[in-house]
Nanobody, 115 residues
């Protein structure tokens, strides 16, 4: 069983920046795909950004050019650099890692963007 722990959330003003991190418990895990999802109040969870093991990223249109997803394969760590944050970026952010045929999710971390 893989447990994921997110960190780096918080409250910022519009235009601010935050960096989210996600790390699995234990070691020796071979992670294939990594991704960040978010869930805004009253809305369904949505994919924000995804990155392959070789480092190829893809972004939701609303965050492209503002968010940067990256990973450290040596530590199985996942990051999300969020710049020029907007109020509509507010929500709970979840990391997801694909290990073999299984998906593992973090517990979620809150990001709030308001003036």
């Amino acid at each position: 069983q893989v447990q994921l722990v997110e960190s780096g959330g918080g409250s910022v003003q519009p235009g601010g920046s935050l960096t989210l991190s996600c790390a699995p418990s234990g070691s020796g895990v071979s992670v294939i795909t990594m991704a960040w999802h978010r869930q805004a109040p009253g809305r369904q969870r949505e994919l924000v950004a995804i990155i392959t093991r070789s480092g190829i990223p893809n972004y939701q249109d609303t965050v492209a050019g503002r968010f940067t997803i990256s990973r450290d394969n040596s530590k199985n760590m996942l990051f999300l650099q969020m710049d020029n944050l907007k109020p509509e970026d507010t929500g709970v952010y979840f990391c997801r890692m694909v290990v073999g045929a299984d998906n593992y999710w973090g517990q979620g971390i809150r990001v709030s963007v308001s003036s």
